[in-house]
């Protein structure tokens, strides 16, 4: 299968490769540079602005506890909704995978995938239309019990992860859709005709090796949801600040766009090091699954 | 009609002809978005008497405003500052002097805003007053049977989760202490100012950051009090919503609005025409029907019906009394103030 490439296969990757990695350097690297770069000024560097290197930007962080209080909150935000995306879609995924099929399917992929065809912004008020007092969901509840119903779920916490495990929950569903439908249907026969029992077979089968596609969703959620300032903001009402909104206020409100880019490095960061510290675990368990 | 019809519109273009040939500039304005200067009809009024086309652009915050200016050397020719704002752009270097003896509605200011420290240093003036009103708050008049007196309401038990405040460091701080009986301007016990405001949280239901927000949040029924603006309180009327806008008796904060010159600019001549309309009283007679904030112009405040707002209420010597004016707030002042906003907003 794997061929030595010979030197004419060597130079045509190049030339395929070429686009990508300019479109990598363009679009990845170089904004990440520049933030790099003001992260470390004393100063954002325009007219007349008197600007030095420095690292008070990072120390920033560690002068006061609210930085770091926002930051654990925000993490535990990107727990509970990727928590709550891999539960609710990992049953959808197996539905679409397994059960249904045909045209059933294609219907359920579409509503599935409606909400990305949608602006994110139109998302969230539209939920927050549903949400508040007098809204469509509090008048539903009116419609089953008597009395006047005030659920009063806007600007609440449970506001915010409502409308991210909306926001996010398709990146879990296809993913794992992906890789439940490469799981061959004769190994579950196979596996039941040796006398596995429903559990076992989820167990022992279908959750390692749809565990790929499912660890990839939830890292797909839980990256933008740590850094999330929209829905916060919109949704959260006086619940709103996380990490996500104080790096937003560096750069829209206050204007200090070094101390916005240090945080937003710090929050990579603290990302990146929890990923890494996941990884070993995720291959442990796929490992033992093989 | 038909016969005098080309007529008009030949003489209509013999004068815009005759404007343009004369300067043909075009002028670029920074404001607010929807704050006076870019009403339609005052911008097609101006046009027809001087030539000059007006163009906006705009900016969320005065931290914005400043930004902008610094890095768009030449892109202005008048620019709205808050007078508490003025002194930080005159020592930066951003904005002119303006030469006031090419503004004729100059004379009518009134002489304390003429003669704010703010605005006029150095024996030059370097924003002329255009607009003041009060930030305060206002009810949702269906939840008072009558307005309050106080600015406690906002902290009253009655209202849990049906209080609003603007999401803005300086604008918090100096609510409380308005409630804790403090100078705004020189805020003796801060801590005093950060325990009022942890006691106000609990009644907020959401922070507001737009007039637009703050009408929506309104019309929905989920505020019962919200501080705001006078003049977009005035809007907010114009446009049918049940408020009220209330100067309680512990006082309001004043505010200042001046039109400037960047030093920049590269139409000194029509900005000087454009700030002249502006501060004009048939352009605030007009403008206020819309509802606006008051002129700092006494001839346009006088010219006023006698049932408004801004004649009515901020003409009362009595209500002027309580108002406390912003003074320019230094960067270490303003950095304590957001920290302590971050704080009280993060341990939500």
Same mark, same amino acid.
């Given at each position: 299968?794997?061929? /030595?490439?010979? /030197?004419? #296969?060597?130079?045509?990757?190049?030339?395929?490769?070429?686009?990508?990695?300019l479109?990598?350097t363009?679009?990845?690297?170089?904004?990440l540079?520049?933030?790099?770069?003001?992260?470390?000024?004393?100063?954002?560097?325009?007219?007349?602005?008197?600007?030095?290197?420095?690292?008070?930007?990072?120390?920033?962080f560690?002068?006061?506890?609210?930085?770091?209080?926002?930051?654990?909150?925000?993490?535990?935000?990107?727990?509970?909704?990727?928590?709550?995306?891999v539960?609710i879609?990992?049953?959808?995924?197996?539905?679409? +995978?397994?059960t249904?099929?045909?045209?059933?399917?294609?219907?359920?992929?579409?509503?599935?995938?409606?909400?990305?065809?949608?602006n994110?912004?139109?998302?969230?008020?539209?939920?927050?239309?549903?949400?508040?007092?007098?809204?469509?969901?509090?008048?539903?509840?009116?419609?089953?019990?008597?009395?006047?119903?005030?659920?009063?779920?806007?600007?609440?916490?449970?506001?915010?992860?409502?409308?991210?495990?909306?926001?996010?929950?398709?990146?879990?569903?296809?993913?794992?859709?992906?890789?439940l439908?490469?799981?061959?249907?004769?190994?579950?026969?196979?596996?039941?005709?040796?006398?596995? #029992?429903r559990?076992?077979?989820?167990?022992?089968?279908?959750?390692?090796?749809?565990?790929?596609?499912?660890?990839?969703?939830?890292?797909?959620?839980?990256?933008?949801v740590?850094?999330?300032?929209?829905?916060p903001?919109?949704?959260?009402?006086?619940?709103?600040?996380?990490?996500?909104?104080?790096?937003?206020?560096?750069?829209?409100a206050?204007f200090?766009?070094?101390?916005?880019?240090?945080?937003?490095?710090?929050?990579?960061?603290?990302?990146?090091?929890?990923?890494?510290?996941a990884?070993?675990?995720?291959?442990r368990?796929?490992?033992?699954a093989? | 009609?038909?016969?005098?019809?080309?007529?008009?519109?030949a003489?209509?273009?013999a004068?815009?002809?005759?404007?343009?040939?004369?300067?043909?500039?075009?002028?670029?304005?920074?404001?607010?978005?929807?704050?006076?200067?870019?009403? #339609?009809? +005052?911008?097609?009024?101006?046009?027809?008497?001087?030539?000059?086309?007006v163009?906006?652009?705009?900016?969320?915050?005065?931290q914005?405003?400043?930004?902008?200016?610094?890095?768009n050397?030449?892109?202005?020719?008048?620019?709205?500052?808050?007078?508490?704002?003025?002194p930080q752009?005159?020592?930066?270097?951003?904005?002119?002097?303006?030469?006031?003896?090419?503004? +004729?509605?100059?004379? #009518?200011?009134?002489?304390?805003?003429?003669?704010?420290?703010?605005?006029? +240093?150095?024996g030059?003036?370097w924003?002329?007053?255009?607009?003041?009103?009060?930030?305060?708050?206002?009810?949702?008049t269906?939840?008072?049977d009558?307005?309050p007196?106080?600015?406690?309401?906002?902290?009253?038990?009655?209202?849990?989760?049906?209080v609003?405040?603007?999401?803005?460091?300086?604008?918090?701080?100096?609510?409380?202490?308005?409630?804790?009986?403090?100078?705004?301007?020189?805020?003796?016990?801060?801590?005093?100012?950060?325990?009022?405001?942890?006691?106000?949280?609990?009644?907020?239901?959401?922070?507001?950051?737009?007039?637009?927000?703050?009408?929506?949040?309104m019309?929905a029924?989920?505020?019962?009090?919200?501080?705001y603006?006078?003049?977009s309180?005035?809007?907010?009327?114009?446009?049918?919503l049940?408020?009220?806008?209330?100067?309680?008796?512990?006082?309001?904060?004043?505010?200042l609005?001046?039109?400037?010159?960047?030093?920049?600019?590269?139409?000194?001549?029509?900005?000087?025409?454009?700030?002249?309309?502006?501060?004009?009283?048939?352009?605030?007679i007009?403008?206020d029907?819309?509802?606006?904030?008051?002129?700092?112009?006494?001839?346009?405040?006088?010219?006023?019906p006698?049932?408004?707002?801004?004649r009515?209420?901020?003409?009362?010597?009595?209500?002027?009394?309580?108002?406390?004016f912003?003074?320019?707030?230094?960067?270490?002042?303003?950095?304590?103030?957001?920290?302590?906003?971050?704080?009280?907003?993060?341990?939500?």
């Open positions: 299968m794997a061929q /030595p490439l010979g /030197p004419g #296969d060597a130079r045509r990757a190049a030339l395929l490769l070429t686009p990508a990695y479109w990598l363009a679009a990845v690297f170089l904004p540079s520049a933030m790099l770069f003001f992260s470390l000024l004393s100063d954002a560097p325009f007219r007349g602005a008197d600007w030095r290197f420095t690292l008070d930007n990072y120390r920033a560690f002068a006061t506890d609210v930085y770091a209080t926002l930051l654990w909150k925000s993490l535990r935000l990107g727990l509970t909704v990727t928590a709550l995306c539960v879609g990992f049953p959808c995924a197996w539905v679409l +995978a397994k249904i099929r045909g045209r059933a399917r294609e219907a359920l992929f579409l509503l599935i995938i409606l909400p990305f065809w949608s994110s912004l139109v998302r969230v008020f539209s939920w927050a239309i549903v949400l508040r007092g007098n809204g469509a969901l509090d008048w539903l509840a009116g419609l089953f019990s008597s009395g006047d119903v005030r659920l009063g779920l806007l600007f609440t916490p449970t506001a915010v992860v409502i409308g991210l495990v909306h926001s996010y929950l398709p990146y879990v569903i296809l993913t794992t859709y992906l890789a439908q490469a799981i061959d249907d004769t190994l579950i026969e196979a596996a039941r005709s040796m006398g596995a #029992d559990r076992t077979i989820f167990r022992r089968l279908v959750l390692p090796l749809s565990l790929p596609g499912l660890a990839a969703g939830a890292v797909l959620v839980f990256v933008p740590v850094g999330s300032f929209m829905e903001r919109i949704l959260g009402g006086r619940f709103g600040a996380y990490f996500g909104t104080v790096i937003e206020d560096q750069f829209v206050v200090n766009w070094p101390l916005g880019a240090a945080l937003s490095f710090i929050l990579l960061a603290v990302v990146l090091a929890i990923l890494s510290a990884a070993p675990v995720l291959r368990a796929q490992g033992a093989a | 009609m038909t016969a005098r019809a080309p007529r008009t519109a003489l209509a273009a004068a815009i002809l005759a404007g343009s040939a004369a300067h043909a500039d075009q002028i670029r304005v920074l404001n607010w978005q929807g704050y006076g200067t870019d009403l #339609d009809w +005052a911008v097609a009024a101006f046009a027809e008497a001087t030539g000059h086309r163009v906006h652009d705009y900016f969320n915050s005065e914005e405003m400043l930004t902008k200016l610094r890095t050397p030449g892109a202005y020719d008048v620019v709205m500052i808050n007078a508490a704002f003025t752009a005159r020592e930066e270097g951003l904005i002119a002097p303006v030469d006031v003896s090419r503004i +004729a509605n100059f004379a #009518d200011i009134a002489p304390e805003f003429a003669g704010n420290p703010a605005l006029a +240093a150095d030059e003036i924003g002329v007053p255009w607009t003041w009103g009060l930030t305060s708050f206002a009810i949702n269906a939840a008072f009558a307005p007196e106080s600015i406690r309401v906002l902290w009253d038990p009655a209202h849990e989760g049906r609003s405040i603007r999401d803005d460091a300086l604008e918090a701080v100096q609510i409380a202490a308005l409630a804790t009986g403090q100078d705004i301007n020189a805020i003796a016990d801060l801590a005093a100012v950060e325990a009022k405001l942890a006691a106000l949280m609990p009644n907020v239901r959401a922070f507001w950051s737009s007039e637009n927000d703050w009408n929506q949040f019309a029924g989920e505020f019962d009090v919200a501080t603006w006078s003049g309180a005035a809007r907010s009327q114009a446009m049918g049940p408020v009220e806008f209330v100067v309680p008796e512990e006082g309001a904060i004043g505010w609005d001046g039109l400037s010159i960047p030093a920049t600019a590269p139409n000194v001549e029509a900005a000087h025409a454009f700030i002249d309309w502006m501060i004009d009283p048939d352009f605030h007009r403008w029907e819309e509802g606006a904030p008051a002129s700092a112009n006494a001839a346009a405040a006088e010219a006023l006698e049932d408004a707002f801004n009515a209420v901020l003409g009362d010597p009595e209500v002027v009394a309580r108002v406390q912003q003074a320019p707030v230094d960067d270490a002042t303003r950095a304590a103030y957001l920290a302590l906003w971050q704080r009280l907003k993060a341990a939500q």
